[in-house]
């Protein structure tokens, strides 16, 4: 039995860039599924796929910083008696991903599914601030990017893969 065949998962996918060569709703449902913990009943988020004016415009109004990047992640912050599956939202810059793949020498689907997982857990409340904490977050990211049989995105060609990212 899959881990997730008991998830409910509502995922919004907006669609605001080029729409060329994107991965399918199929893949970014797979690449979010995989990103969840085992036994998790509903869960819903919003993926809205970005050009760079967009995803810089609000990389400087939430983080303060100039330029676009690859993922910004907003968790819902709901009080906790609300009990609501809603995990929040992913804004994804299409741009940024295809450049890191291509200068990364990865394949780009691979890059998405790292992109999408990698944001997914910060929805779930992961991060990467101090050295500890980002040692969790990859090595889990390198665990649940092996059960789609991608390959460590933090090998040495691979290492500033997310780092201009929330």
């Known amino acids: 039995m899959n881990k997730h065949s008991a998830t409910e998962l509502e995922l919004d996918l907006q669609v605001a860039c080029d729409n060329q060569h994107l991965p399918s709703a199929a893949h970014f449902r797979e690449w979010v599924l995989t990103a ?32 676009p990047t690859n993922v910004l992640s907003f968790p819902a912050d709901l009080p906790a008696e609300l009990n609501l599956p809603l995990l929040g939202d992913l804004l994804i810059c299409k741009q940024v991903v295809e450049r890191e793949a291509i200068q990364q020498t990865k394949a780009l689907l691979d ?41 460590n995105p933090y090998t040495p060609q691979c290492e500033d893969s997310t780092q201009n990212h929330e």
């Open 36 to 67: 969840l913990p085992a036994g998790r009943q509903d869960a819903e988020l919003t993926i809205r796929l970005v050009d760079e004016a967009e995803s810089a415009e609000l990389n400087a109004q939430y983080r303060g910083k100039n330029g």
């Open 111 to 151: 890059h998405w599914a790292h992109i999408v997982i990698h944001g997914t857990l910060h929805l779930l409340g992961y991060d990467h601030i101090n050295d500890d904490d980002a040692e969790v977050m990859e090595g889990l990211e390198i665990k649940l990017l092996q059960q789609l049989h991608i390959s």
